[in-house]
Nanobody, 116 residues
Framework: QVQLVESGGGLVQPGGSLTLSCAAS????????MGWYRQAPGKGRDLVAR???????WYADSVKGRFTISRADAKNSVRLQMNSLEPDDTAVYYC??????????WGQGTQVTVSA
């Protein structure tokens, strides 16, 4: 069973920064892409950012220019650097992995709260 271990959530004031990290137990050679979704209370789970195995990235319009997704030294790990955080960024953030075999895996979720 593939495991995704997340870390880095917490409470931050508006305008602050946080970095989320996710490490996968799958070999990088078998990963098509990794990304981050978020789910605010009472809302659906939305894609925030994704990085593909050749390094290209995708961002939701709401986070462009503020969030950066990147691979850690090991290509089966990703980081999400979140700057200029706003109260609307408050959500549970989930790491997501899509394998070369088109299987999808999820982390357990980490809470990000942006509040004064």
């Amino acid at each position: 069973q593939v495991q995704l271990v997340e870390s880095g959530g917490g409470l931050v004031q508006p305008g602050g920064s946080l970095t989320l990290s996710c490490a996968a137990s799958m070999s990088a050679d078998d990963i098509a892409s990794m990304g981050w979704y978020r789910q605010a209370p009472g809302k659906g789970r939305d894609l925030v950012a994704r990085i593909f195995n050749r390094g290209s990235t995708w961002y939701a319009d709401s986070v462009k220019g503020r969030f950066t997704i990147s691979r850690a030294d090991a290509k089966n790990s990703v980081r999400l650097q979140m700057n200029s955080l706003e109260p609307d960024d408050t959500a549970v953030y989930y790491c997501n992995l899509v394998s070369d075999a088109a299987q999808m895996y999820w982390g357990q979720g980490t809470q990000v709260t942006v509040s004064a």
